[in-house]
């Protein structure tokens, strides 16, 4: 696969150089935020001092006769807060919309230089980065903006996932893609109204003969929904250097779903979630941080193998060659935390 990052150039005459490496700072949460309340403005710099990413939202969930107040509100925060380390994102109205060119025309021109990355929602073909990269080239050189405005896609629809490796491939500037289940069940026409999670409904059997259900001779048990696409979506991520994120769990006072739906997308390789409730910005960084024992025997094993190869008995497990780099990628992450 030609890699975009092999052939970089500047899309637009006096625009910054492309993206030649994705920043990896400390990304377990994208918390959401609605600029165009007053309140959650006063709150963000207590906000941003817990979480890892901020981000102001312009689409889904606020309504059209608000749209104007939260593109002016994410100004104000661009032009007035000090968000320290966070960083500041924002999520665009969708491609399809009427908002989003004044979205793009005036966050560029306003906070060009404060932004670090712009969501795009419903995300179908490389046609649509390649649209936002010209796009953002002329607006960053109109600008004079130095530094590239980074683009991550949500992979919301059928067509979306269908055509995800081409959208992880398409531009130098992708620096991600995180999960959308609400839109993706409704794209695919599933019969949830959940917002990602599990449902009690998607379930698997065993056989009559299983002894394991004195009552019915059977065990049920629930599958997760997510799986597959989420699956495609971190093998097409990680094959194109960009950061796979799960997305939003609706169910806001279920903590303990919360943390599984997020476990599960972290053990699959995701770098980290949204957060919907500032809740959710602790159950984030517990679960995409690595468990301090996992990590402790990680280290043991990269000590006790210094050239990564053969094969050793750890605490009574087989390492070898792989597990070294499995037991490295921990250890990476935990020391990029800690730093
Ligand atoms: C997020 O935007 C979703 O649709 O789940
Ligand atoms: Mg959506």
């Known amino acids: 696969m030609r890699n975009p990052r092999d052939f970089l150039k500047p899309l637009c005459v006096g625009a910054p150089d492309p993206v030649t490496e994705i920043p990896f700072p400390p990304s377990r949460m994208i918390h959401f935020f609605d600029a165009g309340n007053e309140k959650m403005r006063a709150k963000l710099p207590d906000i941003a001092a817990k979480a890892d990413i901020v981000l102001g939202n312009l689409e889904d969930a606020v309504p059209v006769d608000r749209k104007e107040a939260a593109r002016a509100g994410l100004v104000e925060v661009g032009k007035t807060i000090d968000l320290g380390s966070t960083q500041l994102w924002t999520r665009v109205n969708a491609l399809d919309s009427p908002w989003v060119l004044e979205d793009l025309t005036t966050l560029v021109t306003e906070i060009g230089d404060k932004l670090d990355v712009i969501m795009v929602p419903k995300v179908e073909g490389a046609w649509d980065i390649h649209y936002m990269d010209r796009l953002l080239a002329q607006l960053e050189s109109r600008a004079g903006i130095e530094k590239p405005i980074l683009v991550h896609a949500i992979l919301e629809t059928a067509q979306g996932v269908t055509n995800v490796e081409e959208i992880a491939s398409a531009s130098p500037r992708m620096q991600g893609m995180s999960f959308g289940p609400a839109d993706l069940a409704a794209s695919r026409r599933m019969k949830t109204t959940r917002v990602g999670g599990g449902h009690p409904g998607y379930q698997t059997i065993t056989d009559p003969t299983s002894a394991d259900d004195l009552e019915t001779g059977r065990v049920r048990s629930q599958q997760d929904l997510w799986h597959y696409s989420i699956g495609r979506m971190v093998d097409a991520c990680t094959a194109?250097?960009?950061?796979?994120?799960?997305?939003?769990?609706?169910?806001?006072?279920?903590?303990?779903?919360?943390?599984?739906?997020?476990?599960?997308?972290?053990?699959?390789?995701?770098?980290?979630?949204?957060?919907?409730?500032?809740?959710?910005?602790?159950?984030?960084?517990?679960?995409?941080?690595?468990?301090?024992?996992?990590?402790?025997f990680a280290k043991k094993v990269i000590e006790a193998i210094p050239d990564g190869r053969g094969v050793h008995m750890i605490d009574g497990k087989m390492q070898d060659d792989a597990t070294w780099k499995q037991c490295k990628v921990m250890v990476d992450l935990a020391q990029m935390l800690a730093e």
């Open 240 to 296: 194109n250097g960009i950061l796979p994120f799960y997305g939003p769990f609706g169910d806001i006072k279920d903590t303990v779903a919360c943390e599984v739906q997020f476990r599960a997308a972290f053990l699959m390789g995701c770098v980290g979630t949204w957060s919907l409730h500032p809740v959710q910005i602790d159950i984030a960084k517990k679960v995409f941080s690595p468990d301090p024992d996992e990590v402790l």
